[in-house]
Structure formats: structure tokens, C-alpha cells
């Protein structure tokens, strides 16, 4: 049977008839007393988190959980849930969606601090070098900042900057992934002459960095986050009702042309 036993192998959870173990703790002894933060960091890192590590965390699940029906992934829930999907399929449906482009550019600038980190020894690098060639080489979008609807700030961005200050000054966390974002986006607004505003992927990034999470456990995060939000839109739907509804109402039509 070694061969069967072996065909998975886990450190997460050790179960046996009425026995459920999650990384070496009995379950009843976690329930009740770990909160979801916490049991999600349990989860993901094999720790428990100091108190204020998982109200980091907390903030920034709480603060990316949706941003409106225009939103591709929410309006996608939506759409599901009239062509007929349950709830389960209209939370499939979002997070699916959260891929490179919409819902990545907080792994994305994990992964780029991490190494912005590494490469400057600790010591404040020239980000704008770092940000031109990042531009040059990696893409024109520096991800985390600049937002189509929140000009010159996105409101989350501030919140969340000012809980990871009070966990620097608390000695929780470092601040250097802070200092580095912020120091990015104070570049970007000179290279560009206009603010140009951490924006949820972003503020969210740097709480993730602080608290040591790996780059894709950014996205994760994410997506586990914006999966309230399809949740509860999806559901709204359901009780306003309506049938295959698309992007736009019908009566509007796309623009047709024969050039490629």
C-alpha cells in the first residue's frame, strides 16, 4: 500500500477516523480560537501569526474584496449567475479571470521588490533606473500603480500604508518593502509630472512582502479575497433576477470594421 499512501504528500493535515490534525494542532482545539486570518496564515506559512501580523493580514483581505460590477472579474459573476450558474460557478467564473492583467500585478511587484531588495543590499536603490528598466525590459505598466478610476489617490492605499507604518514603528514588521513602494511612486509621479497612486495591488503587495508571503501566495490572496466580492454580487443577482445578460444592454451595439 506504500505505493497508494505515497501518492500524496502532505505536511498540512493528518486525519484518522474522529482525528483531524491542521499542521500539528487537533482541530476543535482550533476552532473558536483562531480567527480566519489566522487560520489562513496557519494554513499557508505552518505558523501561527503574532496578533498584529494577522491584523495585516486581515486589512488587506478586507480592503481588496471588491471594487463594483465594472470590475471584469465581478461582472463576470454576474453574467454567470444569469446564464443560469450557481453561486459556486459565479465565484469560479471571477477568479478564473484574475489572472496577468487583472489580479496578478500584486505577485508581480512581490516578486520585483523582493528583488529590488536583494539587489540593493537593503540600502535605497536607484529606483528610477529600477523603474526605467523596468519599463524597457519588463513592461511599460509598473504594477501596483495607476488607477483608471481613482485619481490622484486610491483610497485603500493610504489606509493600508498607515497600519503597515504603525506595525514598523511597532517593531512587527521592517517597513523597507514600504519605503521602496513608496519611493517608486514617488518617482513615477516625476517621471510622469501627475500623481501617479499606489494603487489596491500595490498597497496590498507591500503588506504581503512585509509579512514574508512568496510572490505567488500574493495572487492567491488576492483571488481568495475578490472571491467575497463575486460571492456576494452573484448573489445579489440572483434575487434581482434576468437572464444571459451581457456586458452592455442590448440595444447597444459594438463597433464593426474590416481592418485588422
Not at 27 to 43: H, Q, R, T, Y
Request: hydrophobic share 40%; aromatic share 6%.
Amino acid at each position: 500500500m506504500s505505493d497508494v499512501a505515497d501518492w500524496w504528500r502532505t505536511s498540512i493535515i493528518e486525519m484518522e477516523p474522529g482525528r483531524i490534525s491542521i499542521r500539528g494542532s487537533e482541530i476543535e482545539d482550533l476552532i473558536g480560537n483562531l480567527s480566519f486570518a489566522e487560520m489562513i496564515w496557519l494554513m499557508l506559512r505552518g505558523t501561527r501569526p503574532e496578533t498584529g501580523q494577522a491584523h495585516l493580514l486581515e486589512a488587506a483581505l478586507v480592503a481588496s474584496v471588491d471594487h463594483g460590477p465594472q470590475a471584469p472579474s465581478i461582472a463576470a459573476a454576474r453574467m454567470a449567475v444569469t446564464c443560469g450558474l450557481g453561486l459556486n460557478g459565479a465565484m469560479g467564473t471571477a477568479v478564473h479571470m484574475l489572472d496577468d492583467v487583472h489580479g496578478g500585478a500584486g505577485e508581480q511587484l512581490v516578486e520585483w521588490l523582493y528583488g529590488l531588495a536583494e539587489d540593493s543590499n537593503v540600502q535605497q536603490p536607484d529606483l528610477e533606473a529600477a523603474v526605467t528598466a523596468y519599463q524597457a525590459h519588463v513592461s511599460k505598466y509598473i504594477p501596483g500603480f495607476g488607477h483608471r478610476f481613482h485619481k490622484p489617490v486610491d483610497p485603500r492605499a493610504p489606509r493600508l500604508m498607515s497600519l503597515v507604518a504603525e506595525a514598523r514603528d511597532s517593531g512587527l514588521v521592517s517597513g523597507q518593502f514600504m519605503t521602496l513602494a513608496c519611493g517608486i511612486e514617488d518617482q513615477l509621479a516625476r517621471l510622469k509630472g501627475k500623481p501617479v497612486p499606489m494603487n489596491i495591488d500595490g498597497a496590498t503587495a507591500v503588506i504581503f512582502a512585509e509579512l514574508g508571503f512568496a510572490p505567488p501566495l500574493a495572487r492567491g490572496l488576492f483571488c481568495l479575497s475578490r472571491s467575497v466580492g463575486a460571492m456576494a454580487h452573484g448573489y445579489e443577482q440572483m434575487q434581482q433576477g434576468g437572464r444571459n445578460k451581457g456586458p452592455t444592454p442590448p440595444h447597444y451595439r459594438w463597433t464593426f470594421s474590416d481592418e485588422d
